[in-house]
């Protein structure tokens, strides 16, 4: 009982008495995170988000609280994994397999009721075939097997509902999830398709949402023939994501993609209704 006393009260001392660096910065818990959707353009918006004075980002995937390992050990070592910020500054980390799992809303909520939360989404069947296209590559990469995409879509005829990639695509689903800990206030939607045409509407969007001071701009984006998307412009210092993102998705049979844009149309409408408003999904 002692014991679990002092560990609770050496908790929060440490949560408490920020990490200092001698330039003035200290590591804190994220103000905002980005939970997904994996291959919603989640680098892309953290990056972007990164292009302003206010905000600092985690460079990796942290993974805190959706794999048991890391959740073990602590807030402590959460706040360990944080970029250095000047106090007046906010933190940010991205980690999409968060909106998936159904145990992370709680366990957010618990470190801060108050946090803001950043979900991007991309149509759904576009998002199966990026997730797809991701699998494919990591596993060539291994020299593993991989199944040609219309193999593991249908099977027997039938959307495969078998195929983890679809169930990440059922937004509605997960968003209940978070709904039961947060209201929609706290978590902005972004339109990962708009995103990627137009970028600069979005993320003012998002510094709206934020409440930070409006700050990204046009000269921030300039599109990239050769990469066929909008690279980014930081103090006059150019640069474009990693060739990891933007790659092109297999060509899937006509019939099979009418499959899927069916299979998600109650889905989405279901989605719409949870966040009162709709996207542009075929
Ligand atoms: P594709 O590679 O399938 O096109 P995530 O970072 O969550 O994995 O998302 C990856 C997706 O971000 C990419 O999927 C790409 O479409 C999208 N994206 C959005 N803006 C981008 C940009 N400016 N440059 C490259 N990819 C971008």
């Not at 892309?44 to 890391?70: R, Y």
């Not at 983890?164 to 947060?182: D, T």
Request: proline letters at 6%.
């Amino acid at each position: 009982m002692v014991m679990g006393l002092l560990a609770k009260f050496i908790l929060i001392s440490l949560l408490q008495t920020p990490l200092h660096h001698p330039n003035g910065t200290l590591q804190q818990l994220p103000q905002i995170i980005i939970i997904g959707v994996r291959k919603g353009g989640t680098r892309a918006l953290i990056e972007m988000l990164s292009l302003h004075s206010a905000v600092v980002a985690a460079q990796n995937e942290v993974h805190f609280f959706d794999w048991e390992s890391h959740f073990q050990k602590g807030l402590p070592w959460y706040l360990s994994q944080m970029p250095y910020a000047f106090p007046e500054q906010l933190t940010v980390e991205k980690t999409p397999a968060y909106f998936t799992s159904a145990k992370v809303p709680k366990r957010i909520y618990q470190m801060n009721p108050n946090i803001k939360l950043l979900l991007i989404l991309r149509d759904p069947t576009e998002r199966v075939l990026s997730d797809y296209t991701q699998v494919f590559y990591n596993r060539l990469q291994k020299h593993k097997r991989y199944q040609p995409i219309e193999s593991v879509l249908v099977k027997d005829g039938e959307i495969n509902l078998g195929y983890k990639a679809l169930n990440r695509s059922l937004y509605y689903v997960h968003m209940q999830n978070w709904l039961q800990y947060f209201p929609l206030e706290s978590i902005l939607v972004v339109d990962g398709d708009r995103l990627i045409k137009d970028p600069l509407p979005e993320m003012k969007k998002v510094e709206r949402f934020l409440k930070l001071e409006p700050q990204i701009n046009a000269s921030n984006f300039y599109f990239n023939k050769t990469k066929g998307f909008y690279c980014l412009r930081d103090h006059g210092r150019e640069r474009c994501l990693h060739d990891s993102k933007g790659r092109a998705h297999p060509h899937v049979a006509p019939a099979i993609l009418q499959k899927l844009y069916k299979f998600f149309h109650q889905p989405n409408k279901k989605f719409f209704e949870l966040v009162g408003r709709t996207f542009n999904w075929k």
